[in-house]
């Protein structure tokens, strides 16, 4: 072979050494199902601690459990029982005050503040984490607070007596009229913020070109909002109201640290009801009915949206 052969054949014999060596049948498996491997232990988990729980209250619901679980079938008796509960209505009516009150007004004042921080106003930056910061609080920690600062003894009526305004009242959290309404004040504190945050980040998301050729025709900022930028939020919104609705249905840390579900049963919640009558109480199975009925309604709810969405993705 002469030199100039030998130089030529010399890339394709490195090349030739280069080329990887063929997998494993072993190695291929692994490759393959590498990601279902390192899912499992999580689906596994979320099978057990919430699925598997899941239907294991739902069993307890048509059992005569109390203090224990007792798994001899009873049919409806804990469901009849619970419907014939007068306490229970009364969380109902609550949740129907602070869930409707609650989700209104969080979505109208997020939504509010959203156009007010899109106009690209001076500090911004400064304003956004201190509507955020409330979210980063736990229920607990809010409603502590609120408590300390609704209380008529040493919070917002007593300091604004001590300035001057000695017939000033204000002891909402001690009515049981009015005492729903503090929770509603609390929970609208804490959540309307991270509302916020989700129409800011779909106004900020609408084609700017729309918007400018809006003003071109003339378009007041008003019936810009109305008729072109509020309907394309119609996801917001959606996605906004199923996570409001959910958080006002499982509602318990909040009204526990505020009012602790009193004066008397003056805002008593499902999720209250259910912890009362189970712990408390000792009758397990008609807190575990309740919890279906929770269940239920949180389904009612999350399953036309996740329907809404399939279909949207489908289309």
């Known amino acids: ?75 409806t008796d804990a469901h009849q029982r619970l419907w014939h509960t007068p306490n229970w209505y009364k969380a109902l009516e609550n949740l129907a005050i602070f869930g409707s009150l609650y989700i209104i007004i969080c979505l109208a004042l997020g939504l509010f503040l959203a156009i007010l921080i899109d106009q690209k106003i001076r500090g911004e930056g400064m304003f956004r984490p ?3 910061y409330p979210m980063a609080l736990s229920f607990i920690v809010t409603g502590t607070a609120w408590k300390w600062f609704l209380n008529p003894g040493y919070g917002l009526q007593k300091t604004v007596q001590d300035w001057g305004w000695a017939s000033f009242t204000f002891d909402w959290i001690t009515s049981t009229d009015m005492a729903i309404y503090t929770v509603v004040i609390a929970g609208v504190w804490q959540v309307s913020g991270f509302v916020m945050a989700m129409f800011l980040a779909g106004l900020r998301g609408i084609d700017s070109d729309m918007l400018r050729a809006a003003q071109i025709d003339g378009a007041s900022t008003f019936n810009t909002y109305r008729r072109i930028v509020i309907p394309q939020l119609r996801p917001i919104f959606l996605s906004a109201f199923v996570v409001l609705a959910h958080m006002a249905i499982k509602s318990y840390d909040l009204v526990v640290a505020l009012t602790g579900g009193g004066p008397g049963n003056a805002t008593e919640l499902p999720a209250t009801f259910m912890y009362s009558y189970t712990f408390t109480r000792n009758q397990m199975a008609i807190g575990a009915a309740s919890a279906v009925v929770m269940l239920a309604i949180i389904g009612a709810v999350i399953i036309p949206y996740l329907y809404l969405e399939l279909r949207e993705k489908k289309s």
Request: aromatic residues 12%; proline residues 9%; hydrophobic residues 50%.
């Open 130 to 132: 201190i509507f955020l």
């Open 1 to 75: 072979m002469s030199v100039e052969q030998t130089v030529e054949a010399a890339p394709q014999v490195i090349a030739a050494g280069r080329q990887p060596k063929p997998e494993s049948p072993a190695g291929l498996w692994l490759q393959r199902h590498l990601p279902k491997l390192v899912l499992s232990p999580s689906l596994l988990a979320i099978g057990v601690f919430v699925y598997g729980f899941i239907i294991w209250t739902i069993y307890l619901s048509f059992t005569r459990s109390k203090i224990l679980p007792v798994y001899a079938f009873a049919g």
